[in-house]
């Protein structure tokens, strides 16, 4: 018969990484609906709205591109979060720090919304993605360094270890392209994160 005092205990945790995880899908969702905040309805004549409309494109570009980023950190944040047993103090920290570079997109957003063309912009966005993106692996880091995640296969561990390299890589890499080569290539790099889950999935199954 189990310790009724280590079934309160394992209670008492699990209520804790549920409170973070709610937490966190707030600040995902707030910072998700932050982005749309970036387009606004153009103040001007009937005659002239179908060109206002257009100089929002660039905004409007901006905020599919920050949805999807935001709710692929988000997705993978959640399916974490699935597989970690209990809350402790150093992964609190660590997701509060991926956290705080989530809630900053939406201001990186309307730099690449209003300044795209330029390559300050794109670098301030693309290291915003790129630091959350370590920060998205240091959770994963330190919540298998205090033994709080499920039994996963070497398959995965490889497969996340690799995802955790090449998603900041991307956005890293597209710093110098944006002020080498132009900043519509560098933007262009940042799709290559659709693909990062599936290639290393592929590559780590290849590697056993």
Do not use: C, K
Not at 31 to 44: G, M, R, Y
Not at 70 to 79: A, C, P, V
Not at 122 to 149: H, K, M, P, W
């Amino acid at each position: 018969m189990e310790d009724p005092s280590s079934l309160r205990t394992e209670e008492q945790s699990r209520r804790q990484l549920d409170r973070v995880g709610a937490f966190s899908d707030g600040v995902f969702a707030v910072a998700i609906t932050l982005l749309v905040l970036n387009i606004e309805v153009p103040d001007v004549s009937d005659s002239d709205l179908a060109a206002s409309l257009d100089d929002l494109v660039p905004n409007v570009q901006a905020y599919f591109i920050a949805f999807a980023v935001i709710g692929l950190f988000w997705l993978g944040h959640h399916l974490a979060w699935a597989r970690f047993t209990s809350s402790t103090r150093g992964l609190v920290w660590a997701n509060l720090l991926l956290l705080s570079l989530i809630a900053l997109m939406p201001f990186t957003t309307a730099l690449i919304g209003e300044y795209g063309g330029e390559a300050i912009a794109v670098t301030i966005f693309a290291a915003n993605v790129g630091l959350a993106a370590i920060a998205d692996s240091f959770v994963d880091r330190v919540a298998y360094r205090e033994g709080i995640v499920e039994d996963l296969s070497g398959e995965e561990v490889r497969g996340q270890v690799l995802a955790g390299w090449m998603r900041p890589a991307i956005f890293l890499a597209s710093i110098p392209v944006a002020w080498l080569i132009g900043t519509t290539v560098a933007m262009y790099m940042w799709l290559l994160l659709f693909a990062v889950t599936p290639l290393a999935r592929r590559w780590a199954g290849t590697a056993t």
